[in-house]
C-alpha cells in the first residue's frame, strides 16, 4: 500500500536522512530544502535516468548545463519579465497572502475567513539580483525560473558546435527558481527546484505529430522506467495556456490529497527563439552594439535541401525532479503487519533506484577473521560501480535490517561464524524477507542481478 499521506513521506525523509528543513537551525526558509545522503542518491538515480532515455538512448538530442543566473535582458525579452506572475490576494483582516487561483474560495480569505480581501496583482515570480562590483541595488540579472530559456538562447552555438538536421532537441537538467507566493506540499512547490526540461526543435508543419509523440513518450517513461503504475498517472490538458503556448498539457500523478502536476508537455511554437531573434535588434541597435541589422544572432534554422530559412517550432517536455523523487517515495512506501504486535515500514523502491544497493553486516563484531572478511566482500562489491555499497559495524542486525528497509536497500548480507567455516554468507532480501545462504564468490553476480531490475 503506497502512502497514505505525504506526511508519512515527511517523517521518513527526516528519520532517514532523504530530506531536511533548509536552514533548520534558523528557523527554517520557505520553499527551500537540503537533500541529505540518501536523497542525493535518489535524485541522482532519477537523474541518472532521464538523461539515459533522453540523450544516450537517441541520436537527436544533445545535452546543456547553462548558468542560472543570466542577464536581465534575457527574462525581458522571453516575456518572462512582463507575465511570469501569479494573481496575489491579501486577507485585510489577518495580512494572509494567497494565491488566487490555489484559494479554496475565492471570495473568503484561507486563513480566517474574511471576505476583507484586495484585488489581486500580479505578483512576479522570478528572483532578482543586483551583481557585480558596480552593481547599485537595481535588479541586472535574474536566477532563471525555468532551464528552457537558458536553452533557447543557446540554440546557436550547439547547431553551430554539433549540426543536426531537424527535428533535434537540446536537454538540461538543474535548478530553477520561483518566489513562489506558497510554497506547500513538502517538495512538491518550492522556491528552488530542480528541473528535467527538453527542447524538441521541429518544422513548424510537424508541431502538431511531436506533440502527440512526446505527450505518449513521457507519459510511457514514467510507467516503463520509474514504474508508476499507469491508473496513477493522467494527462489534464490546459484550458488556460501560458503566454508562449499554443497547445499544453499536464501529466497528473494521483498523490494521496489528489491528482497534480508531476511534468508538462508544452508545444511554444516558434514564441521563444522568434521573440530573442527579433529583441536582439533592438537591444544591439539601442546599446550602438550592432550598426545593421543584419549581424543578429538569428536563432533560426537553414534547410539545406530546399535552401530554406526558417524559425523552427518547438516542443518542450519539463518534468519537476524533486515532484518525481516525491512521487516514487509515496508509491514505494509500505507499512507492513508483521504479526504479533509487530509491523516494519519499507521502501520498495526498484533497485536500480535505490540509494544504498547491499549493506554488508558483519554479524559478530570482535572477530578480525568476520570482520576482515566482510571488508574484503565490501571492496569486491564496490568494484562493480554500481552505487552505494555500505559497511554496518553499528547496532544490532534487527536495527540495521529495519534502516535498510526504511531507505529501500533491496539486499543486506550477512557474514558470521558459518562463513569461516564453509565461505557462505545470508542474503536477505528486502520485500520478501527471505534469507538464503549463498557462496561469498557468487553475492557480486547475484548483487548484479538484483541492481538491473
Ligand atoms: N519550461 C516550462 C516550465 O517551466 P512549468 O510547468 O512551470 O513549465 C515544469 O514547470 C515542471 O517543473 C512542473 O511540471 C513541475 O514538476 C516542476 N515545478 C514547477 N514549479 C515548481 C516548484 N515551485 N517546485 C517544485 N517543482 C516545480
Excluded at 539515459?52 to 545535452?63: L, Q, S
Excluded at 495556456?241 to 497528473?252: F, T
Excluded at 534554422?301 to 516542443?315: K, L, R, W
Amino acid at each position: 500500500m503506497p502512502a497514505k499521506s505525504v506526511n508519512d513521506i515527511v517523517a521518513l525523509c527526516k528519520r532517514r536522512g532523504f530530506i531536511f528543513t533548509g536552514s533548520e537551525i534558523y528557523g527554517g526558509l520557505g520553499g527551500a530544502y537540503d537533500y541529505g545522503p540518501y536523497g542525493v542518491e535518489l535524485m541522482r538515480n532519477i537523474r541518472n535516468a532521464w538523461w539515459n532515455a533522453m540523450i544516450y538512448a537517441r541520436n537527436d538530442i544533445e545535452g546543456l548545463d547553462a548558468a542560472l543566473i543570466s542577464n536581465r535582458l534575457m527574462w525581458k525579452y522571453s516575456g518572462h519579465e512582463g507575465s511570469f506572475s501569479d494573481p496575489l490576494v491579501e486577507c485585510k483582516k489577518c495580512g494572509a497572502r494567497m494565491r488566487q487561483d490555489k484559494m479554496k474560495d475565492q471570495t473568503k480569505c484561507d486563513n480566517c475567513g474574511s471576505t476583507d480581501l484586495t484585488e489581486p496583482r500580479a505578483y512576479q515570480l522570478m528572483m532578482g539580483l543586483s551583481i557585480g562590483a558596480m552593481a547599485d541595488g537595481a535588479i541586472n540579472a535574474y536566477l532563471r525560473p525555468e532551464t528552457a530559456t537558458t536553452t533557447y538562447v543557446n540554440f546557436k552555438n550547439v547547431l553551430d558546435s554539433k549540426p543536426h538536421k531537424l527535428p533535434f532537441g537540446i536537454a538540461q537538467i538543474g535548478k530553477a527558481f520561483r518566489n513562489e507566493i506558497s510554497p506547500r506540499g513538502f517538495v512538491f512547490r518550492m522556491r528552488e527546484f530542480e528541473q528535467a526540461e527538453m527542447q524538441y526543435f521541429v518544422n513548424p508543419s510537424d508541431d502538431e505529430k511531436y506533440f502527440e509523440y512526446w505527450k505518449n513518450e513521457r507519459l510511457a517513461w514514467w510507467i516503463n522506467v520509474l514504474g508508476i503504475p499507469a491508473e496513477k498517472l493522467r494527462f489534464l490538458p490546459h484550458e488556460k495556456l501560458a503566454h508562449y503556448a499554443k497547445a499544453a498539457v499536464d501529466i497528473e500523478y494521483a498523490f494521496p490529497d489528489g491528482f497534480d502536476e508531476v511534468e508538462g508537455v508544452h508545444n511554444r511554437q516558434d514564441f521563444d527563439l522568434g521573440s530573442h531573434t527579433k529583441a536582439q535588434n533592438e537591444f544591439k541597435l539601442s546599446a550602438k552594439v550592432l550598426e545593421n541589422k543584419d549581424s543578429t544572432t538569428k536563432l533560426s534554422y537553414s534547410d539545406a535541401q530546399t535552401g530554406e530559412n526558417f524559425v523552427p517550432y518547438v516542443i518542450e517536455t519539463a518534468m519537476g525532479v524533486n515532484r518525481a523523487m516525491l512521487a516514487i517515495m509515496i508509491e514505494a512506501y509500505d507499512e507492513e503487519d508483521l504479526g504479533d504486535g509487530k509491523s516494519r515500514t519499507v521502501l520498495k523502491l526498484k533497485p536500480w533506484l535505490s540509494p544504498v544497493k547491499a549493506a554488508v553486516i558483519p554479524l559478530v563484531r570482535n572477530v578480525p577473521e568476520i570482520v576482515d572478511l566482510s571488508n574484503k566482500l565490501v571492496d569486491d562489491l564496490r568494484k562493480l560501480a554500481i552505487g552505494r555499497i555500505e559497511l554496518e559495524n553499528s547496532g544490532n542486525i534487527g536495527k540495521n535490517y529495519r534502516r535498510h528497509d526504511e531507505i529501500g536497500t533491496p539486499v543486506c548480507i550477512t557474514v558470521d561464524h558459518q562463513t569461516l567455516e564453509d565461505g557462505t554468507v545470508t542474503l536477505r532480501y528486502r520485500d520478501t524477507m527471505d534469507q538464503v545462504r549463498v557462496k561469498t564468490d557468487e553475492v557480486p553476480q547475484k548483487l548484479l542481478e538484483i541492481v538491473k531490475q
